[in-house]
């Protein structure tokens, strides 16, 4: 528990420097440039860090996070990525998974970075914060948007490997509607490859134990206004969070 309380802490120093920054037409954002080394002197704490599809401790431990948000953000908008790299591992079952796997971007200082040039004629702001409970962000424009972006999984697979283990695949692709909802394009983004760290079966089985005892749930007047509840605040995290 202690990793999770300690992420905060990293979270908020780290936005700090992200918050309210500028990006303005033929600039690049470089996360690490950006944030600076994350060291004790500067209040950063240890917190969880992957490492070759395990965890341990290390300072600013959770930044990750940030950067998958960042990432994930600055794909509904026409922004350019010219450096972001895969997490090598998929370390987390599908289970309450709510963007396709392979659409985050792994950092660690000062060799893995996320990198984001401006194309365009109009300046972007990034805006991040740290709710009590929750990462929040979004790319704001002095323009209004040109078009809507929906970003989507294809040719997913999972493999058995010669050693024994599992490997996830699949390719990230990108729709660009205008903003009439004609399609426009449809781009191939990246394609990612990672190995699972947990049995797909095993995780399978926990999906649908976790959907039978779903469907098994007295339906109660309290139940009910419940599944309401986390149901509106599912889709305003989703419209704040990841707008584009």
């Not at 860090?49 to 994930?72: D, E, K, P």
């Not at 591992?89 to 893995?112: E, I, K």
């Not at 005892?213 to 969070?241: G, I, L, M, R, S």
Request: net charge positive.
């Amino acid at each position: 528990m202690w990793y999770q309380h300690n992420k905060v802490i990293n979270l908020r120093l780290a936005v700090r420097r992200l918050d309210g920054l500028l990006l303005r037409p033929g600039e690049t954002l470089s996360y690490w440039r950006t944030i600076g080394r994350p060291t004790r002197r500067k209040g950063y704490v240890d917190g969880m860090v992957l490492f070759y599809g395990g965890f341990r401790a290390g300072v600013g431990g959770g930044l990750c996070q940030l950067s998958n948000l960042i990432y994930w953000m600055t794909l509904h908008t026409p922004l350019q990525m010219t450096e972001r790299h895969r997490h090598s591992y998929d370390v987390f079952p599908d289970s309450g998974r709510t963007q396709p796997f392979g659409s985050g971007a792994t950092c660690a200082y000062n060799y893995l970075d996320l990198q984001i040039y401006n194309p365009t004629e109009d300046t972007y702001q990034l805006s991040v914060y740290v709710s009590d409970e929750e990462l929040i962000g979004e790319w704001r424009c002095t323009a209004q948007p040109l078009y809507r972006y929906q970003v989507y999984e294809r040719e997913h697979r999972i493999t058995q490997e010669a050693w024994g283990g599992y490997a996830r695949h699949n390719v990230i692709g990108r729709k660009v509607f205008s903003r009439d909802g004609e399609l426009l394009d449809d781009e191939w983004i990246t394609e990612n490859h990672a190995l699972m760290m947990y049995s797909p079966l095993l995780a399978q089985n926990a999906e649908n134990t976790e959907n039978t005892q779903a469907a098994k749930t007295p339906k109660t007047p309290k139940t009910a206004k419940t599944a309401k509840t986390a149901k509106t605040a599912k889709t305003a995290e989703k419209e704040t969070t990841f707008t584009g």
